[in-house]
Nanobody
Framework: QVQLVESGGGLVQAGDSLRLSCATS????????MGWFRQSPGKEREFVAG???????AYADSVKGRFTISRDNAKNTVYLQMNSLKPEDTAVYYC?????????????????WGQGTQVTVSS
């Protein structure tokens, strides 16, 4: 069983930066593939970024060049650095973990989820 706890959300202005953290439990964190998703009211949960146990990463086109995913296996933590935030980035951001290979962009392919953290970007 893996537990995920997100933190770092908040209210910022357009152009600001935020760093989200996802702390995980479990001794096999380094073997999990990690993803960040987001969901805004009335919309489906969408893929934001993902990372393998090594350096493989994937990003949604809407955040490429602005967001960076990273992980610290020693701290069992994955991060999402968000720069140049836009009002359309407003959403609840979720951390997810997956045991199998790859970085799928479909939420159903992830095994564990955090409770989410709210990010609100004002114009």
């Amino acid at each position: 069983q893996v537990q995920l706890v997100e933190s770092g959300g908040g209210l910022v202005q357009a152009g600001d930066s935020l760093r989200l953290s996802c702390a995980t439990s479990g001794r096999t964190f380094s073997s999990y593939k990690m993803g960040w998703f987001r969901q805004s009211p009335g919309k489906e949960r969408e893929f934001v970024a993902g990372m393998t146990w090594g350096a493989g990463t994937a990003y949604a086109d809407s955040v490429k060049g602005r967001f960076t995913i990273s992980r610290d296996n020693a701290k069992n933590t994955v991060y999402l650095q968000m720069n140049s935030l836009k009002p359309e980035d407003t959403a609840v951001y979720y951390c997810a973990a997956r045991r199998l290979m790859g970085i799928p962009r479909t939420p159903a392919n992830y095994d564990y989820w955090g409770q989410g953290t709210q990010v609100t970007v004002s114009s």
